[in-house]
């Protein structure tokens, strides 16, 4: 089946670590996103790709990183940098025509 | 940058009609897309408006005034599951993929 896969569901780190989050999908899609979620907010844009071995800041990219070395991955590692990174992370894909962007189900990180 | 703005909460009672607005300031506009998100889910499409109009799906309606910078999305004879948040989202210029969304809106139908 196609779509789009995020894991792990729930992971938990230290303060201090890098963690990475994996995000890949089989819908043969270009772009590529990573949004962040905290309690009742909406989603906020981290990075972004539109090809392989490019992306784009989004508007808070801070304490992040992104690589995109293959079309079906876009992991994101978020870094000891970011100072508050207990959230909810949502992917999301599209293809290269403005229609709609499909998410995968997200993980939920907390760093104790 | 972008700037999408929506109400935070709406309650409305089942059976009835609620109508959830979102105006959007942005640097070139190619699309705007309603999603709706139950509480620790990812959020799922209802609609997409590129035109001026209104686009009907079932139960789920959405305008667009681009002039206006302005779209809603009309939901008809709610009903309990229809008890989520739901997301405006604005596609920038043509050959930007950025993809932003708007802080999203609460909605509690009551019996």
């Known amino acids: 089946d196609g779509g789009i896969t995020q894991s792990p569901k729930y992971l938990f780190r230290k303060e201090g670590q890098n963690v990475t989050l994996s995000c890949e999908q089989n819908l043969n899609h270009d772009a590529m996103y990573w949004y962040r979620q905290d309690p009742g907010q909406g989603l906020r844009l981290i990075y972004y790709?539109?090809?392989?071995?490019?992306?784009q800041k989004g508007d808070i990219a801070e304490g992040y990183s992104v690589s995109r070395e293959k079309k079906e991955s876009f992991p994101l590692t978020v870094t000891s940098a970011q100072k508050n990174p207990t959230a909810f992370y949502l992917c999301?894909?599209?293809?290269?025509?403005?229609?709609?962007?499909?998410f995968g189900q997200g993980t939920r990180l907390t760093v104790v | 940058g972008q700037n999408i703005d929506q109400p935070t909460e709406m309650t409305a009672t089942e059976g009835a009609i609620v109508q959830i607005n979102c105006t959007y300031q942005?640097?070139?506009?190619?699309?705007l897309f309603w999603y709706q998100q139950h509480a620790g889910e990812a959020p799922t499409f209802l609609s997409y408006?590129?035109?001026?109009g209104l686009e009907e799906k079932g139960r789920f309606s959405s305008f667009l005034s681009r002039s206006k910078g302005y779209s809603y999305l009309l939901l008809k004879e709610l009903q309990m599951k229809d008890s989520a948040s739901y997301l405006c989202?604005?596609?920038?210029?043509?050959?930007?993929?950025?993809?932003?969304f708007g802080a999203g809106t609460t909605v509690t139908v009551r019996a």
């Open positions: 999301a894909s599209s293809p290269d025509s403005p229609i709609e962007a499909f």
């Open positions: 408006n590129v035109l001026d």
């Open positions: 790709s539109q090809i392989v071995n490019d992306f």
């Open positions: 989202a604005v596609r920038g210029r043509t050959n930007d993929y950025k993809l932003s």
């Open positions: 942005t640097s070139g506009f190619n699309g």
